[in-house]
């Protein structure tokens, strides 16, 4: 009986780990990811482009000279 269940065991393993992705499934899932990562990457860097163009015209802006008074 224990090397019944130990066969079906075996079996059932071997079937389980069969049903994985093939390799063309693999490769799409790692385009996919790469994709994603890529739209991600876009956003954030078009975001912190918006945050710095707003504070920039700010900092950027020339101080008013310094006019020395003489007396």
Do not use: H, R, W
């Amino acid at each position: 009986m224990t090397k019944l269940f130990a066969l079906l065991f075996v079996a059932v393993a071997m079937s389980i780990v069969a049903c994985g992705p093939s390799a063309e499934q693999k490769a799409k899932m790692e385009a996919e990811a790469k994709a994603k990562m890529d739209s991600l990457f876009n956003a954030a860097s078009q975001s912190m482009t918006t945050a710095l163009d707003s504070v920039a015209p700010k900092a950027a802006e020339p101080a008013a000279p310094a006019v020395e008074e003489k007396k």
